[in-house]
């Protein structure tokens, strides 16, 4: 359940939403989403489950993999949008991305 709980409180960051915001749009208490989060609790309610994967759209049998290529997915989609709004702006952000992941393969 903690790696569960990890990817819960990673999509939650990244959505902005903090930890008590969360628990009450969600419908549970914070320390119960705190419990979840952290893998102290063993039992996760149906409903929670539910509304977990409508707002954060994660999905607890998706194998690594399919869970990058939906990100993956996402981002193109987003990267052709801003291609659109600013391309030059666009084009910089790319031009750093790789850059970026160049010194990361390279590490």
């Given at each position: ?86 391309p030059s702006l666009t084009e910089h952000f790319m031009t750093q991305f790789e850059q970026s992941l160049e010194l990361l393969m390279d590490a």
């Open positions: 359940m903690s790696d569960f709980g990890s990817m819960i409180r990673a999509h939650r960051e990244q959505k902005g939403y903090t930890l008590n915001d969360f628990a009450h749009r969600i419908g549970v208490s914070p320390g119960y989403l705190s419990n979840l989060e952290t893998g102290k609790t063993d039992t996760i309610r149906l409903h929670v489950l539910e509304r977990l994967q409508q707002e954060l759209d994660i999905h607890p049998l998706q194998t690594d993999e399919q869970r990058l290529e939906q990100r993956l997915q996402r981002v193109t989609l987003m990267l052709q949008q801003c291609q659109m709004r600013n």
